[in-house]
């Protein structure tokens, strides 16, 4: 518990460069590009401000894709680490990520 404590206290960390970025796989980051992933929306609020990479000129955010991939591999790693795979739930509140989700589910039961 000291752990989680003491990692969640932590100053945030900076934010990527594009070439930190282009450091995780190629074929990973052009799969994000290709899916649009990096592309998020006109509102931000404060807890999305570390993962925007800059703002378009008509408003759009637009995500850093080191953030991202990070994060999916967090995932990915956490759920790995469950003993049960139809232990994991996943949700989504977005209509286009409904591919996704069933997919996964195919896979894990």
């Not at 969640?8 to 980051?29: I, N």
């Not at 008509?58 to 080191?66: E, T």
């Not at 469950?82 to 989504?92: F, L």
């Not at 989700?101 to 896979?107: G, M, Q, R, S, T």
Request: aromatic fraction near 4%.
């Amino acid at each position: 518990q000291n752990q989680l404590h003491a990692s969640c206290t932590q100053a945030p960390k900076p934010r990527h460069t594009m070439a930190q970025t282009l450091q995780g796989k190629e074929e990973d980051v052009a799969k994000l590009l290709a899916a649009q992933a990096h592309i998020g929306t006109k509102n931000v609020d404060s807890g999305m401000k570390n993962y925007v990479w800059r703002r378009r000129m008509d408003g759009v955010h637009v995500l850093n894709v080191a953030s991202t991939l990070e994060k999916i591999r967090l995932a990915a790693r956490v759920i790995v680490a469950v003993e049960n795979p139809e232990d994991v739930c996943v949700v989504s509140a977005r209509p286009h990520a409904q591919r996704a989700v069933l997919k996964f589910a195919k896979y894990t039961g």
